[in-house]
């Protein structure tokens, strides 16, 4: 079960997955997204939402398929935005 991944990164790709278009330089998206995508896989909100966007931006490193299709998009950092959306640029 070593290669299961955990709900942050579950959520983070399928949240890239749904906005991100070949060619795109970064998207926002909002907390909103965190809870469809939860509800979407069937998986357990998280009590910090804000969290999953924290965890990418300082503790982990975000998983291969959005490394893989926007290198420029993943070497980009998460801004955290007034409004609570978020930007990955």
Known sequence: MAN????YVQLIESIFLKY???GSMGFTFKREDI???ADKLGIELPKNLGDVVY???YRAQLPTVITEKAPKVASGLFDLREDHNTNLC
């Open 35 to 37: 809870v469809e995508m």
């Open 55 to 57: 965890s990418f931006r």
């Open 4 to 7: 299961e991944k955990n709900r």
């Open 20 to 22: 991100y278009y070949e």
